[in-house]
Structure formats: structure tokens, C-alpha cells
């Protein structure tokens, strides 16, 4: 029961750490687009609307690589892997959610890779709600400049 309470404790810090990563890093994005978005935006054009959005999605990724990386961090630090490769490969698979079964933790660390699972969902619909929130703002989605 004690190992229990140790994996939901471990696992709660690690959602904690990565959603304040998570909302960190959405705040840098959303700071820049205040700051330096007109920029990418000017005329609104395409070309630079589609800049900004691909800026979004590397930033997004970068953030999504970070929180994957933290995982594997905290899988070599308590050993439950034996080498990082295969700790940054497991946390990677476990964060999107596919779970090949290729690599599996002891039965002591299981449940926090199955909480990493569900932080990974919540994290990239998170990203996704925010994409669609700009590209929406954007007006990019709009079907109207189809026809210029």
C-alpha cells in the first residue's frame, strides 16, 4: 500500500511539473503572438498567417518534447528503466498514447506510466483547443479565401 501512495505522489508531481510546463509555455506562445504577430500577419496574407501557425505548431511540439523528456528523466532517476534511450523512447510512446508493450515498467512504476498516458491526452487536446483557438482568430479557417 505504501508503494502505492509513493507512485501517486510521484505521479502527481510529474502532472504538476509538466501542466505548469504546459500552460508556461501556451503563455510564452501566446505572449509572442501579442508581441511579434502583427509581423506575421501583415497584410494578412496567407504566407505569413501560415508562418505564424507553423511557429505555433514547432512551438507546441518543443513544448510537448520538454514534458516527454521530463518523464524520461524522472523513469532513469528511480532506476525504473536502464538506460535513458529507452526511458525518452517508453515516455514517448506512454505520453501519445500508444503504448506498443515493446517496453514495460516493473509492476512497482506501472501506475505512473498509465497516468503519464492520461496527462499526455489532456496536455495535447490542451494544444489542439489552443491551435484551433488561433487559427480560429485568424480567420484562416474561414473558407472565404478560397475564392481570392
Do not use: P
Not at 505504501?2 to 501556451?26: C, E, K, P
Not at 511579434?36 to 510537448?64: D, N, T, Y
Not at 532517476?77 to 505520453?95: I, K, M, P, Q, R
Amino acid at each position: 500500500m505504501q508503494v502505492l501512495f509513493q507512485n501517486l505522489g510521484a505521479a502527481s508531481l510529474m502532472v504538476a511539473l509538466t501542466v505548469t510546463v504546459h500552460f508556461f509555455g501556451l503563455l510564452a506562445l501566446t505572449y509572442f503572438l501579442r508581441r511579434r504577430g502583427a509581423r506575421f500577419r501583415a497584410h494578412e496574407s496567407m504566407l505569413g498567417q501560415g508562418a505564424l501557425i507553423l511557429f505555433l505548431v514547432f512551438g507546441i511540439f518543443a513544448i510537448h518534447t520538454l514534458e516527454i523528456w521530463l518523464y524520461a528523466a524522472f523513469y532513469s532517476a528511480v532506476g525504473a528503466l536502464d538506460n535513458f534511450e529507452a526511458a525518452l523512447y517508453f515516455s514517448t510512446v506512454t505520453f501519445a498514447s500508444l503504448g506498443y508493450g515493446d517496453i514495460v515498467l516493473d509492476r512497482e512504476w506501472r501506475l505512473v506510466s498509465a497516468i503519464e498516458a492520461a496527462n499526455g491526452v489532456i496536455l495535447f487536446a490542451w494544444s489542439t483547443a489552443f491551435l484551433l483557438s488561433v487559427m480560429a482568430r485568424l480567420r484562416t479557417l474561414e473558407h472565404d479565401w478560397l475564392e481570392r
